[in-house]
């Protein structure tokens, strides 16, 4: 079961910006990066839905979760069918991520009022996902979109609240130039734990790095 509702998954988001996104096979990294994640002040993030056995490393790190940082929350990306939807949702997932936007897995998240943020990239598709009880709508690709592009969203529809993943940078000049266009949140994913820092078990550098991008992000967020 969630350990959250969606309201107050939502809520977490809004008050914590920056949403970490990440996948890893070895359930003992998958837990360091959770780790720094939570030391460098991030407060919900997304495991993704990648790889064999996926599902395996989520629970334990579901468990791990639950147990060592109550208040972290952590949800299940890259679902793309009601199935997945349901595996995770028994695993736990306090919400539920899509690239795309499918019917299916907002009824599956919905009959149990679990946040769900579908991947949309046209208007008419956010239209069909708010429709279909989307609070937050997930901009995808990013890198295919521009803050332009945010704000002619807001303009005929300015209630919707968008989080933009994927071309989103850990600076100061990228985090401002989305906050700026209207986006409630951003989904970041390796530039927070680059590669060679995790192949190093650097863990101390991930977490500072995290630490800075929530403090810019929020910083932005006030001005």
């Known amino acids: 079961m ?10 977490t988001l809004l008050e914590n910006p920056i949403m970490p996104i990440f996948h890893h096979n070895d359930l003992e990294v998958a837990k360091k990066i959770l780790t720094a994640c939570y030391e460098g002040g991030i407060r919900i993030c997304e495991f993704t839905n990648r790889g064999d056995y996926a599902h395996e ?33 028994q695993l ?19 009959r149990r009022k679990i946040a769900w943020m579908p991947g949309c990239f046209t208007l008419s598709e956010i239209s069909k996902a708010e429709e279909w009880g989307a609070e937050i ?28 993943t994927g071309g989103v940078e850990p600076t100061q000049a990228s985090l401002k130039s989305w906050f700026d266009a209207g986006v409630r949140g951003v989904g970041i994913g390796s530039q927070l734990f680059p590669k060679h820092l995790v192949e190093a078990n650097d863990w101390q550098t991930v977490a500072d790095k995290i630490t800075e991008a929530v403090r810019v992000a929020k910083w932005v967020k006030e001005q």
């Open 57 to 89: 490393t989520y629970s334990e790190l579901r468990k791990f979760g639950k147990k060592n940082f109550p208040d972290l929350v952590v949800g299940a990306g890259t679902i793309v069918d009601a199935a997945s939807a349901t595996l995770y949702l």
């Open 92 to 110: 736990g997932a306090d919400f539920i991520v899509a690239p795309v936007l499918h019917q299916d897995v907002a009824i599956t998240c919905n």
């Open 137 to 164: 709508v997930k901009l995808f690709p990013g890198q295919a979109s521009s803050p332009e592009f945010v704000k002619a969203i807001k303009g005929p529809m300015p209630w919707t609240d968008i989080v933009v």
């Open 2 to 11: 969630a350990s959250f509702t969606r309201l107050q998954v939502y809520q």
